[in-house]
């Protein structure tokens, strides 16, 4: 399970390194977290920041120190959730293509991205940050994994209202003809 559980783990945050360096040969600075904001939104992006950092620590420090406790159905079915999220997350950067940020960026302008894994949620990235946490934490059960991982979910969700606030100011009735047909985490009405 260990072996698995890293594999969760590297793929995920291969993907997300792996993105940022390829946007900075671009000279796209994807890592806006908490860059050059004031208030309520600095303030929610510096505790995410700090939330997402601590996750990792937390589960790789469980996966080297934490014995399983869990039966084994649920350790096997937080691997595959881990996959899923990892999936997941990889759909969401390559379809976001260029327009993709971590943080709000007030001042570059992308292109709104509707389809691919969009069409059915509007959150697919921080949707797979959630399955990867659950995913670990059902292999490596342990108290303080989940609540640090229970307030780095908290602070992604917190995010993503910072994010609906913001999306109508740059990109106005197609962002809210979009809001009213695709669900925040998955699903889309009909």
């Given at each position: 399970m260990r072996f698995a559980v890293l594999f969760v783990i590297a793929f995920f945050y291969s993907v997300y390194l792996g993105k940022m360096f390829v946007q900075r040969k671009k000279g796209i600075r994807t890592d806006q977290i908490a860059v050059g904001k004031k208030g309520t939104l600095f303030f929610t992006e510096l505790l995410m920041k700090i939330a997402t950092y601590s996750v990792v620590v937390s589960e790789i420090i469980s996966i080297f120190v934490v014995r399983p406790i869990l039966p084994m159905p649920l350790q096997i079915a937080g691997v595959l959730i881990g996959l899923l999220g990892d999936a997941v997350f990889l759909c969401a950067v390559l379809t976001m293509k260029d327009s993709w940020r971590a943080g709000i960026s007030e001042s570059d302008r992308t292109k709104i991205v509707t389809g691919g894994i969009y069409s059915a949620s509007r959150n697919p990235a921080f949707l797979a940050f959630d399955?990867?946490?659950?995913?670990v934490l059902l292999v490596f059960f342990n108290v303080p994994?989940?609540?640090i991982s229970a307030f780095a979910a908290v602070m992604l969700h917190l995010q993503i209202l910072q994010e609906e606030k913001f999306l109508p100011t740059v990109f106005g009735d197609e962002y809210r003809n979009?809001?009213?047909?695709v669900f925040r985490y998955l699903g889309r009405r009909k």
């Open positions: 399955l990867v946490y659950l995913g994994l989940l609540a979009y809001k009213n047909h």
